[in-house]
Nanobody, 120 residues
Framework: EVQLVESGGGLVQPGGSLRLSCAAS????????MNWVRQAPGKGLEWLSG???????RHADSVRGRFTISRDNAKNTLWLQMNNLTSEDTAVYYC??????????????WGKGTLVIVSS
């Protein structure tokens, strides 16, 4: 059974940092792309970052330079380091497994999410 469990969310002040983690199990972690997606209150899903089979982390324009995705295939873990957070980063953050090792293949499993609130 595929399981994705996010952690690390919470309340942070503007300008602060958080590191999200995603613990994966039930599939061959190293063989698929892994992604971070978020949903802000009242908005749709937004893809943030992903790691494909080329082992290159990619980021959406909205977070490039502030967020960094990383993964450890030996630990079946995905991370998202988030710096210089603003109120616009308030959202539920999801870890999502790709259908294949191509980022373009889409995502088939999602975790339950971790809530990040950026507020003073």
């Amino acid at each position: 059974e595929v399981q994705l469990v996010e952690s690390g969310g919470g309340l942070v002040q503007p300008g602060g940092s958080l590191r999200l983690s995603c613990a994966a199990s039930g599939f061959t972690f190293s063989s698929v792309s892994m992604n971070w997606v978020r949903q802000a209150p009242g908005k749709g899903l937004e893809w943030l970052s992903g790691f494909g089979g080329d082992k290159i982390g990619r980021h959406a324009d909205s977070v490039r330079g502030r967020f960094t995705i990383s993964r450890d295939n030996a630990k079946n873990t995905l991370w998202l380091q988030m710096n210089n957070l603003t109120s616009e980063d308030t959202a539920v953050y999801y870890c999502a497994k790709g259908y294949s090792n191509l980022l373009s293949s889409g995502m088939d499993y999602w975790g339950k999410g971790t809530l990040v609130i950026v507020s003073s």
